[in-house]
């Protein structure tokens, strides 16, 4: 019996709108081979949003991700933004504003290495190969939320860094539960040592963990996890921390995959989901057909398997991609010198032999 579900898809700026066709396709294919119903809609954010209106979130994208079972997003942000730092209305304050409209506190990124590519990543393949970390990043505190000051002269300014209790509860519940289904072991990461704020966050999941004795926890400090990742990821399962701090370590992890490209990510709270390539819009490339569509294709999975539980329908995706990577082909951030021209693939091209290898 197959289920019928509502699927914004926000392509947003750059290569965001190359890579969100594929992952809508993908989606697509999946609906087709099993009988479900998915309704898709668009919508715009970020650099297009402003450029149109004015407003990097429009009202009417909020109101369709509002009646959305799913959001499937590409990427936001343009040069002209990172250029000029007195603009004041930003692409990222779209993303910002409908993760808090949405109520979307975790942000979940699963770092899982294709053996295929285990090459590709600057780690030695013997320090990555079984690598597998799940990291659980809060989503709606900490300083990108806080209060920000400049000084009349613009000579000093500040962001406060807060957190509320009730915000490091509700995603370490959901860091445990994950947890409970893989190897039991939880690292919580924060700077206890020096930040009152990574006090409370250390407080609130000791007591948190409390409830779950089975599995192992582990409290690390940012700087020693941002080594401890490169020097022996291996270590780590389910990776927990705060906003800024999950921001830095998980981009970071990325070259434990080798490229941005391949990794996707989920931000849910306890209704919708939303889900995006952790990589930018990377206007550098925009246009030119070579930008990798596997973190979007892998978003899609995800978005398969958090917000709808079609677990089945989820790792045909991951198998369609593991699949592609084991016929050797490869887009160009994730190629090496020995990849043959034949199976170096454009966006479009590396798009279809999944959808190939998924039907």
């Known amino acids: 019996?197959?289920?019928?579900?509502?699927?914004?898809?926000?392509?947003?700026?750059?290569?965001?709108?190359?890579?969100?066709a594929w992952g809508k396709k993908v989606l697509e294919a999946i609906a087709a081979n099993y009988k479900h119903t998915f309704s898709f809609d668009e919508g715009i954010?970020?650099?297009v949003a402003i450029e149109a209106t004015g407003n990097p979130l429009p009202d009417e994208t909020l109101d369709k991700a509002r009646a959305s079972d799913a959001i499937l997003f590409g990427a936001i942000g343009h040069?002209?933004?990172?250029n000029d730092p007195t603009l004041k209305v930003r692409p990222e304050q779209g993303l910002l504003k409908i993760r808090?409209?949405?109520?979307?506190?975790?942000?979940?990124?699963?770092?899982?290495?294709?053996?295929?590519?285990?090459?590709?990543?600057?780690?030695?393949p013997e320090i990555l190969q079984g690598a597998d970390i799940l990291f659980f990043r809060e989503l709606t505190g900490d300083v990108y939320f806080g209060e920000k000051k400049r000084s009349d002269d613009?000579?000093?300014?500040?962001?406060?860094?807060?957190?509320?209790?009730?915000?490091?509860?509700?995603?370490?519940?959901?860091?445990?539960?994950?947890?409970?289904?893989?190897?039991?072991?939880?690292?919580?990461?924060?700077?206890?040592?020096?930040?009152?704020?990574?006090?409370?966050?250390?407080?609130?999941?000791?007591?948190?963990?409390?409830?779950?004795?089975?599995v192992e926890t582990e409290h690390m400090f940012i700087d020693n996890a941002a080594m401890q990742l490169i020097?022996?990821?291996?270590?780590?399962?389910?990776?927990?921390?705060?906003?800024?701090?999950?921001?830095?370590?998980?981009?970071?992890?990325?070259?434990?995959?080798?490229?941005?490209?391949?990794?996707a990510s989920a931000s849910v709270g306890d209704a919708i989901g939303f889900y995006e390539p952790i990589h930018g819009s990377a206007h550098d490339i925009t246009g030119k057909g070579?930008?990798?569509?596997?973190?979007?294709?892998?978003?899609a999975?995800?978005?398969?398997?958090?917000?709808?539980?079609?677990?089945?329908?989820?790792?045909?995706?991951?198998r369609a991609v593991d699949a592609t990577l084991r016929q050797g082909f490869r887009t160009m951030d994730i190629a090496n010198k020995h990849t043959p021209n034949e199976l170096l693939l454009g966006t479009d091209a590396m798009g279809a032999k999944v959808l190939e290898n998924l039907n």
């Open 1 to 20: 019996m197959g289920v019928t579900k509502k699927i914004l898809v926000i392509p947003g700026d750059g290569i965001g709108q190359e890579v969100t």
């Open 45 to 47: 954010m970020g650099h």
């Open 79 to 82: 040069a002209k933004y990172d």
């Open 100 to 124: 808090k409209e949405l109520g979307l506190y975790a942000n979940l990124r699963p770092i899982k290495l294709f053996d295929d590519l285990l090459h590709a990543s600057s780690i030695k």
């Open 154 to 214: 613009r000579s000093s300014a500040s962001d406060l860094m807060i957190y509320h209790k009730y915000e490091v509860e509700r995603i370490a519940r959901k860091a445990y539960e994950a947890a409970r289904t893989r190897r039991k072991k939880l690292c919580s990461v924060d700077k206890a040592n020096v930040l009152e704020a990574s006090r409370l966050w250390r407080e609130v999941v000791q007591e948190v963990a409390k409830d779950y004795p089975d």
């Open 231 to 263: 020097k022996d990821p291996k270590r780590f399962d389910v990776v927990l921390t705060g906003n800024l701090f999950g921001d830095i370590l998980t981009d970071e992890a990325s070259q434990i995959a080798g490229s941005m490209g391949m990794l």
């Open 290 to 299: 070579i930008a990798n569509p596997l973190a979007s294709i892998l978003s």
């Open 301 to 318: 999975a995800l978005l398969l398997d958090i917000s709808f539980g079609l677990k089945e329908e989820s790792q045909r995706v991951i």
